[in-house]
């Protein structure tokens, strides 16, 4: 299923990473990230080695990628 034009893909079987690549097959996210999700006003949210951010859609992460916890039943954490 494409998100804004490009299809999420992953390579490996016990350590599956993800990426995307566009309608011709070419891979334009590489697949190094243990979590993507879709594409939403050209940004997806990734996981990589505990560590949280976006990627754009030609595969330049967004920000600092920061570790997220969630502590039960008070607040949420980002530690960059």
């Known amino acids: 299923e494409f998100?804004?034009?490009l299809v999420k893909v992953e390579k490996g079987y016990f350590n599956t990473k993800y990426g995307y690549v566009n309608k011709e097959g070419k891979e334009?996210?590489?697949c190094i990230y243990d979590y993507?999700?879709?594409f939403s006003n050209e940004l997806a949210a990734v996981k990589?080695?505990?560590k949280w951010g976006y990627v754009?859609?030609?595969g330049n992460v967004g920000g600092t990628?920061?570790?997220f916890h969630i502590i039960p039943?008070?607040?949420a954490v980002i530690i960059c």
């Open 3 to 5: 998100s804004e034009g």
């Open 28 to 30: 334009v996210v590489p």
């Open 36 to 38: 993507i999700g879709e």
């Open 48 to 50: 990589k080695e505990g």
């Open 56 to 58: 754009n859609k030609v």
């Open 65 to 67: 990628i920061c570790t």
């Open 73 to 75: 039943l008070i607040t």
